[in-house]
């Protein structure tokens, strides 16, 4: 089970950092993702770590926004600053033992999603 936190409203140019808590089986050995969607849009990968913390980042948030895992903590922290109007979405975290599964969007572990909103 993924819980996922820290959505909000926030200015544009400015940051949110955005939480997915895992059991501990689930974050000792899984990929972890944070997906978002705007209405009207398809979902996509937003960003991606590995267990051995390899990143991944879509090109649209690359250099604004970070993902980083806390092991201790068993959570998943997405890091987004130099937000933009075009970053509002739900966004949702979701966990996969494989990074394909991840990078095509069908992870077998999704997080409720939690509400972005940037205003420009």
């Known amino acids: 089970q993924l819980q996922a936190s820290g959505g909000g409203l926030v200015q544009a140019g400015g940051s949110l950092r955005l939480s997915c808590a895992a059991s501990a089986r689930t974050f000792s050995s899984y990929v972890m993702g944070w997906f978002r969607q705007a209405p009207g849009k398809e979902r996509e990968l937003v960003a991606a770590?590995?267990?051995?913390?390899?990143?991944y980042y879509g090109d649209s948030v690359k250099g604004r926004f970070a993902v980083s895992r806390d092991s201790a903590k068993n959570t998943v922290y997405l890091q987004m600053n130099s937000l933009k109007a075009e970053d509002t979405a739900v966004y949702y975290c979701?966990?996969?033992?494989?990074?394909?599964?991840?990078?095509?969007?069908?992870?077998?572990?999704w997080g409720q999603g939690t509400q972005v909103t940037v205003s420009s």
């Open positions: 770590v590995t267990w051995r913390s390899t990143t």
């Open positions: 979701a966990a996969d033992p494989r990074w394909l599964s991840i990078r095509t969007g069908t992870p077998n572990s």
